[in-house]
Structures are given as C-alpha cells and as structure tokens.
C-alpha cells in the first residue's frame, strides 16, 4: 500500500521558516521524482521543487534562494526546507512521487501571517 505522509506545516511569522518532510512507503524510492507542490485558495496545484535519487532539482522561480528541496533515501523521505517565507507561500503543499504512476500525499497547510 502505497503512502505519502507529510508533517510540518503550520502558522509562521512572514520572514520565518519551517520545514516539510514527507515519508513514503509502499514503493521503491529512488526510482521515482520526489517533488513538492502547493495550492492556494482559488489557484491551481503548482510545482514548488522537485528532486532526483541522482541529484537533480528544480524549483519554482518564486522560490529560487529560499526553499531547498533534498531527500534521504535512506529514510524514504522527502524535505522541503523553507526560508525567508511571505505571505503568498500559503497554501496547501502537497508530496508527490512521480514515476509512471504518480502518488499524492494529503497534504499540509503552510499559513505565512502576522
């Protein structure tokens, strides 16, 4: 049974930081594109970053300099360290492994306020 699990979301202060993790299980990891997502209220799902098992990564160009995607693949998790954060990074993040098939986790809401 395949499942993404992610943790750490939360209120946070606009210039504060937190960090997503994600745990997989169900599927061999590191075959697969781990990758972070978000949704705001009346928006569409957009990338956030996403990474290799060899190492590559993409990011969203918003985000460039403040988020840094890694993963262990010893652990079967996926980190979405998150710095420097403002208001119009809240949204819902979401996991995703992508392969032939893809998984989606449920989601964690990420609110950036005073």
């Known amino acids: 049974q395949v499942q993404l699990v992610e943790s750490g979301g939360g209120l946070v202060q606009p210039g504060g930081s937190l960090r997503l993790s994600c745990v997989a299980s169900?599927?061999?990891?590191?075959?697969?594109?781990m990758g972070w997502y978000r949704q705001a209220p009346g928006k569409q799902r957009e990338l956030v970053a996403n990474?290799?098992?060899?190492?590559?990564?993409n990011y969203l160009d918003s985000v460039k300099g403040r988020f840094t995607i890694s993963r262990d693949d010893v652990k079967n998790t996926v980190y979405l360290q998150m710095t420097s954060l403002k208001p119009e990074d809240t949204a819902v993040y979401y996991c995703?492994?992508?392969?032939?098939?893809?998984?989606w986790g449920q989601g964690t809401q990420v609110t950036v306020s005073s």
């Open positions: 169900g599927f061999t990891f590191t075959n697969y594109v």
């Open positions: 990474a290799t098992a060899d190492g590559m990564t």
């Open positions: 995703r492994a992508k392969r032939w098939l893809e998984y």
